[in-house]
């Protein structure tokens, strides 16, 4: 496998986790008593993953 085709696959998977930690934030702020925590934990893990996501995409673009 390339390493072009390595990038996007990883970025893919960071896609992937933001998407399903924003499907569990959203189920938990439609709970009676949503755990702040559980909430913070997911929007650091977004943030992170976000960031990853990002400087997979600058090292993807310097391949040409």
Not at 12 to 38: F, M, N, W, Y
């Amino acid at each position: 496998m390339g390493r072009n085709q390595d990038l996007r696959k990883k970025i893919a998977g960071c896609r992937r986790v933001i998407e399903v930690h924003q499907k569990k934030i959203s189920g938990e702020l439609l709970k009676q008593d949503p755990s702040d925590t559980l909430i913070d934990r997911w929007q650091r893990e977004i943030e992170t993953q976000e960031r990853r996501a990002a400087l997979l995409t600058r090292r993807l673009k310097r391949e040409w």
